[in-house]
Protein backbone atom coordinates (compact mmCIF):
# COMPACT_ATOMS: atom_id res chain seq x y z
CA UNK A 1 0.00 0.00 0.00
CA UNK A 2 1.33 3.51 -0.62
CA UNK A 3 2.21 5.93 1.89
CA UNK A 4 -0.39 8.06 0.34
CA UNK A 5 -3.29 5.31 1.08
CA UNK A 6 -1.84 5.10 4.38
CA UNK A 7 -1.98 8.30 5.11
CA UNK A 8 -6.03 8.03 3.81
CA UNK A 9 -6.44 5.10 5.89
CA UNK A 10 -5.02 6.36 9.51
CA UNK A 11 -5.91 10.21 9.60
CA UNK A 12 -9.68 10.91 10.83
CA UNK A 13 -11.74 13.08 8.94
CA UNK A 14 -13.48 15.96 10.37
CA UNK A 15 -16.61 13.99 9.54
CA UNK A 16 -15.46 11.67 12.24
CA UNK A 17 -14.57 13.83 14.86
CA UNK A 18 -16.46 14.08 17.95
CA UNK A 19 -18.10 17.71 18.61
CA UNK A 20 -15.60 17.67 21.07
CA UNK A 21 -12.51 16.71 18.70
CA UNK A 22 -13.91 19.26 15.89
CA UNK A 23 -11.06 22.03 14.78
CA UNK A 24 -12.39 25.64 16.40
CA UNK A 25 -14.16 27.93 13.93
CA UNK A 26 -11.98 30.34 12.15
CA UNK A 27 -11.15 33.62 13.91
CA UNK A 28 -13.52 36.82 12.42
CA UNK A 29 -10.85 38.80 10.36
CA UNK A 30 -8.58 40.98 11.74
CA UNK A 31 -8.77 44.62 11.56
CA UNK A 32 -7.53 46.58 8.81
CA UNK A 33 -7.80 50.34 8.89
CA UNK A 34 -9.47 51.65 5.90
CA UNK A 35 -8.97 55.59 7.06
CA UNK A 36 -6.79 58.23 5.08
CA UNK A 37 -4.21 59.33 6.40
CA UNK A 38 -5.95 63.16 6.93
CA UNK A 39 -8.50 60.90 8.91
CA UNK A 40 -6.25 58.99 11.18
CA UNK A 41 -5.08 62.76 12.26
CA UNK A 42 -8.13 63.70 12.47
CA UNK A 43 -8.88 60.76 14.86
CA UNK A 44 -6.28 61.26 16.91
CA UNK A 45 -6.92 65.44 17.72
CA UNK A 46 -10.96 64.98 17.88
CA UNK A 47 -11.90 60.87 19.22
CA UNK A 48 -7.99 60.66 20.89
CA UNK A 49 -7.69 57.38 19.02
CA UNK A 50 -3.67 56.92 19.02
CA UNK A 51 -3.65 54.27 15.78
CA UNK A 52 -0.52 52.69 17.64
CA UNK A 53 -2.94 51.82 20.85
CA UNK A 54 -5.56 51.12 18.69
CA UNK A 55 -5.98 47.27 18.89
CA UNK A 56 -4.90 46.95 22.44
CA UNK A 57 -7.88 49.84 23.32
CA UNK A 58 -10.52 47.60 21.40
CA UNK A 59 -9.08 44.26 23.44
CA UNK A 60 -9.57 45.96 26.68
CA UNK A 61 -13.15 46.94 25.74
CA UNK A 62 -14.34 43.43 24.72
CA UNK A 63 -12.49 42.12 28.06
CA UNK A 64 -15.19 44.28 30.15
CA UNK A 65 -18.12 42.94 27.47
CA UNK A 66 -16.91 39.50 28.62
CA UNK A 67 -15.92 39.99 32.16
CA UNK A 68 -19.28 42.29 33.28
CA UNK A 69 -21.44 41.14 30.53
CA UNK A 70 -20.62 37.66 29.90
CA UNK A 71 -23.88 36.34 28.14
CA UNK A 72 -24.36 39.57 26.11
CA UNK A 73 -25.43 38.52 22.69
CA UNK A 74 -23.15 41.08 20.68
CA UNK A 75 -20.53 41.38 18.26
CA UNK A 76 -16.87 41.72 19.63
CA UNK A 77 -15.14 42.08 16.44
CA UNK A 78 -12.89 44.70 16.36
CA UNK A 79 -14.68 46.93 13.66
CA UNK A 80 -17.72 46.69 15.79
CA UNK A 81 -16.26 47.82 18.98
CA UNK A 82 -14.30 50.60 17.58
CA UNK A 83 -17.64 51.90 16.83
CA UNK A 84 -18.29 52.57 20.34
CA UNK A 85 -14.97 53.80 21.26
CA UNK A 86 -14.96 56.42 18.74
CA UNK A 87 -18.17 57.62 19.50
CA UNK A 88 -17.40 57.97 23.36
CA UNK A 89 -13.48 59.36 22.63
CA UNK A 90 -11.86 55.81 23.69
CA UNK A 91 -13.28 56.28 27.17
CA UNK A 92 -13.88 52.24 27.97
CA UNK A 93 -16.90 52.82 30.53
CA UNK A 94 -18.76 55.15 28.59
CA UNK A 95 -17.68 53.25 25.45
CA UNK A 96 -18.91 50.14 27.39
CA UNK A 97 -22.29 52.13 28.55
CA UNK A 98 -22.96 52.92 24.88
CA UNK A 99 -22.99 49.57 23.90
CA UNK A 100 -25.29 48.40 26.66
CA UNK A 101 -27.55 51.11 25.63
CA UNK A 102 -27.41 49.85 22.06
CA UNK A 103 -28.44 46.64 22.66
CA UNK A 104 -31.11 47.91 25.19
CA UNK A 105 -33.22 49.88 22.63
CA UNK A 106 -33.41 47.19 20.17
CA UNK A 107 -34.08 44.60 22.74
CA UNK A 108 -36.75 47.04 24.56
CA UNK A 109 -38.35 48.36 20.97
CA UNK A 110 -38.99 45.01 18.98
CA UNK A 111 -41.65 47.29 16.64
CA UNK A 112 -38.82 49.23 15.50
CA UNK A 113 -35.68 46.81 15.56
CA UNK A 114 -37.24 43.58 14.77
CA UNK A 115 -37.17 42.10 11.30
CA UNK A 116 -35.52 45.68 10.17
CA UNK A 117 -34.30 44.86 6.52
CA UNK A 118 -34.66 47.32 3.43
CA UNK A 119 -37.44 44.96 1.54
CA UNK A 120 -39.44 45.39 4.91
CA UNK A 121 -39.47 49.08 4.26
CA UNK A 122 -40.13 49.35 0.28
CA UNK A 123 -43.13 51.62 1.23
CA UNK A 124 -41.04 53.93 3.09
CA UNK A 125 -38.09 54.19 0.55
CA UNK A 126 -40.41 54.41 -2.50
CA UNK A 127 -42.68 57.59 -0.90
CA UNK A 128 -39.14 59.59 -0.49
CA UNK A 129 -39.79 60.02 2.77
CA UNK A 130 -35.60 59.65 3.41
CA UNK A 131 -32.37 59.58 1.34
CA UNK A 132 -28.75 60.23 1.47
CA UNK A 133 -27.24 63.28 -0.74
CA UNK A 134 -24.78 62.32 -3.19
CA UNK A 135 -21.63 64.65 -1.54
CA UNK A 136 -20.94 65.29 1.79
CA UNK A 137 -20.28 68.50 3.52
CA UNK A 138 -17.24 70.26 3.78
CA UNK A 139 -16.16 68.08 6.72
CA UNK A 140 -16.81 65.29 5.20
CA UNK A 141 -20.43 64.28 6.74
CA UNK A 142 -22.76 62.36 4.66
CA UNK A 143 -26.29 64.75 4.69
CA UNK A 144 -29.66 62.16 5.51
CA UNK A 145 -32.42 64.40 4.04
CA UNK A 146 -35.89 63.50 6.50
CA UNK A 147 -39.07 64.59 4.16
CA UNK A 148 -42.20 64.46 7.10
CA UNK A 149 -44.36 66.05 4.21
CA UNK A 150 -43.95 62.88 1.71
CA UNK A 151 -45.75 60.49 4.76
CA UNK A 152 -48.76 59.87 4.12
CA UNK A 153 -50.46 58.61 7.40
CA UNK A 154 -52.79 56.22 6.04
CA UNK A 155 -50.51 54.08 4.04
CA UNK A 156 -48.41 53.05 6.94
CA UNK A 157 -47.65 53.67 10.59
CA UNK A 158 -44.95 56.17 11.92
CA UNK A 159 -43.02 53.48 13.29
CA UNK A 160 -42.17 52.23 9.80
CA UNK A 161 -40.24 55.95 9.23
CA UNK A 162 -38.45 55.42 12.86
CA UNK A 163 -37.54 52.42 11.14
CA UNK A 164 -36.07 53.74 7.70
CA UNK A 165 -34.45 56.33 10.19
CA UNK A 166 -32.53 53.17 11.93
CA UNK A 167 -31.88 51.25 8.85
CA UNK A 168 -30.22 54.30 7.37
CA UNK A 169 -28.14 55.17 10.17
CA UNK A 170 -26.95 51.70 10.81
CA UNK A 171 -25.41 51.46 7.26
CA UNK A 172 -24.01 54.91 7.22
CA UNK A 173 -22.39 54.13 10.33
CA UNK A 174 -20.32 50.96 8.93
CA UNK A 175 -17.98 53.09 7.30
CA UNK A 176 -15.02 54.32 9.67
CA UNK A 177 -14.97 57.55 7.93
CA UNK A 178 -18.72 58.25 8.82
CA UNK A 179 -17.76 57.02 12.68
CA UNK A 180 -15.16 59.94 12.29
CA UNK A 181 -16.57 62.86 10.62
CA UNK A 182 -20.19 62.13 11.32
CA UNK A 183 -23.76 62.69 10.11
CA UNK A 184 -26.08 65.61 9.79
CA UNK A 185 -29.75 65.21 9.21
CA UNK A 186 -31.44 67.46 7.01
CA UNK A 187 -35.16 67.37 8.73
CA UNK A 188 -37.14 69.72 6.01
CA UNK A 189 -40.87 70.60 7.49
CA UNK A 190 -41.98 72.58 4.98
CA UNK A 191 -45.41 72.20 4.06
CA UNK A 192 -45.85 69.96 7.27
CA UNK A 193 -48.63 70.56 9.55
CA UNK A 194 -48.23 71.42 13.04
CA UNK A 195 -50.76 67.82 13.76
CA UNK A 196 -47.84 66.12 12.11
CA UNK A 197 -44.85 67.79 12.70
CA UNK A 198 -45.58 67.04 16.26
CA UNK A 199 -44.75 63.58 15.68
CA UNK A 200 -41.15 63.59 14.72
CA UNK A 201 -40.31 66.19 17.73
CA UNK A 202 -38.60 63.86 19.37
CA UNK A 203 -35.96 63.61 16.67
CA UNK A 204 -35.32 67.04 16.12
CA UNK A 205 -31.76 68.07 18.26
CA UNK A 206 -28.79 69.95 19.10
CA UNK A 207 -26.63 67.39 19.00
CA UNK A 208 -26.04 63.77 19.81
CA UNK A 209 -22.72 63.34 21.09
CA UNK A 210 -20.40 62.48 18.54
CA UNK A 211 -22.33 61.08 15.77
CA UNK A 212 -25.09 63.27 14.46
CA UNK A 213 -25.93 67.20 14.26
CA UNK A 214 -29.16 68.17 13.06
CA UNK A 215 -30.59 70.94 10.65
CA UNK A 216 -34.54 72.20 10.92
CA UNK A 217 -35.55 74.39 8.24
CA UNK A 218 -38.71 75.84 6.66
CA UNK A 219 -39.03 77.93 4.11
CA UNK A 220 -36.06 79.89 4.80
CA UNK A 221 -33.27 78.52 2.85
CA UNK A 222 -30.67 81.26 3.88
CA UNK A 223 -29.95 79.67 7.46
CA UNK A 224 -29.82 76.47 5.69
CA UNK A 225 -27.10 77.49 3.33
CA UNK A 226 -25.59 79.13 6.23
CA UNK A 227 -24.77 75.42 7.59
CA UNK A 228 -24.63 73.59 4.29
CA UNK A 229 -23.03 74.75 0.91
CA UNK A 230 -25.39 75.18 -2.09
CA UNK A 231 -22.61 73.19 -4.07
CA UNK A 232 -24.34 69.76 -2.36
CA UNK A 233 -27.62 70.19 -1.72
CA UNK A 234 -30.15 69.52 -4.67
CA UNK A 235 -32.33 72.84 -6.51
CA UNK A 236 -35.48 71.60 -3.89
CA UNK A 237 -33.32 73.15 -1.53
CA UNK A 238 -31.53 75.67 -3.41
CA UNK A 239 -28.56 74.39 -4.63
CA UNK A 240 -26.65 73.30 -7.44
CA UNK A 241 -25.95 69.48 -7.32
CA UNK A 242 -29.53 68.81 -9.85
CA UNK A 243 -32.28 67.11 -8.54
CA UNK A 244 -33.27 65.39 -5.09
CA UNK A 245 -32.07 61.67 -6.19
CA UNK A 246 -33.48 59.20 -3.94
CA UNK A 247 -33.18 56.02 -5.83
CA UNK A 248 -29.48 55.80 -5.42
CA UNK A 249 -29.74 55.38 -1.77
CA UNK A 250 -32.38 53.12 -1.75
CA UNK A 251 -30.78 50.74 -3.73
CA UNK A 252 -27.63 50.72 -1.81
CA UNK A 253 -29.64 49.92 0.77
CA UNK A 254 -31.53 47.02 -0.67
CA UNK A 255 -28.33 46.01 -2.20
CA UNK A 256 -27.42 45.41 1.82
CA UNK A 257 -30.09 43.05 2.40
CA UNK A 258 -28.13 39.99 3.87
CA UNK A 259 -26.43 42.18 6.20
CA UNK A 260 -29.09 43.18 7.53
CA UNK A 261 -31.06 39.65 7.57
CA UNK A 262 -27.70 38.83 9.64
CA UNK A 263 -27.80 41.69 12.08
CA UNK A 264 -31.22 41.69 13.17
CA UNK A 265 -33.84 39.39 11.76
CA UNK A 266 -31.92 36.55 13.95
CA UNK A 267 -33.67 35.26 17.36
CA UNK A 268 -32.16 37.55 19.91
CA UNK A 269 -32.69 36.75 24.00
CA UNK A 270 -34.95 39.11 25.84
CA UNK A 271 -33.62 42.66 27.53
CA UNK A 272 -34.04 41.45 31.17
CA UNK A 273 -32.64 38.25 30.70
CA UNK A 274 -29.44 40.01 29.65
CA UNK A 275 -29.41 43.47 30.41
CA UNK A 276 -31.59 44.16 33.25
CA UNK A 277 -33.99 46.50 34.25
CA UNK A 278 -31.51 48.66 36.02
CA UNK A 279 -29.38 49.14 32.94
CA UNK A 280 -32.13 50.49 30.32
CA UNK A 281 -30.88 54.01 29.34
CA UNK A 282 -32.49 56.89 31.27
CA UNK A 283 -35.58 58.06 30.15
CA UNK A 284 -36.28 54.28 28.52
CA UNK A 285 -39.07 52.57 29.39
CA UNK A 286 -39.35 48.74 29.77
CA UNK A 287 -41.51 46.81 26.74
CA UNK A 288 -44.69 47.36 29.13
CA UNK A 289 -44.65 50.86 29.24
CA UNK A 290 -43.29 51.69 25.69
CA UNK A 291 -46.65 51.22 24.12
CA UNK A 292 -46.28 54.78 23.16
CA UNK A 293 -43.32 54.71 20.77
CA UNK A 294 -43.22 58.30 19.83
CA UNK A 295 -42.50 59.26 23.25
CA UNK A 296 -39.52 56.30 23.04
CA UNK A 297 -38.43 57.62 20.27
CA UNK A 298 -35.88 60.55 21.30
CA UNK A 299 -33.89 58.30 24.20
CA UNK A 300 -33.57 55.63 21.97
CA UNK A 301 -32.23 57.83 19.34
CA UNK A 302 -29.71 59.54 21.97
CA UNK A 303 -28.87 55.71 23.56
CA UNK A 304 -28.25 53.91 20.63
CA UNK A 305 -26.02 56.67 18.71
Known amino acids: MSEESDSLRTSPSVASLSENELPPPPEPPGYVCSLTEELVTKAREELQEKP ?6 VQALRDMVRK ?28 LQLLINYHSCRRSWPEVFNNLKPS ?93 QFFLHGSDLNSLHANLPRSILPKEYGGTAGELDTATWNAVLLASEDDFVQEFCQPVPA ?35
Open 52 to 57: EWRLRD
Open 68 to 95: EYPNLSTSLDDAFLLRFLRARKFDYDRA
Open 120 to 212: ALKDVLASGFLTVLPHTDPRGCHVVCIRPDRWIPSNYPITENIRAIYLTLEKLIQSEETQVNGIVILADYKGVSLSKASHFGPFIAKKVIGIL
Open 271 to 305: CDSILGQTLLPEGLASDAQCDDSLRAAKSQLYSCY
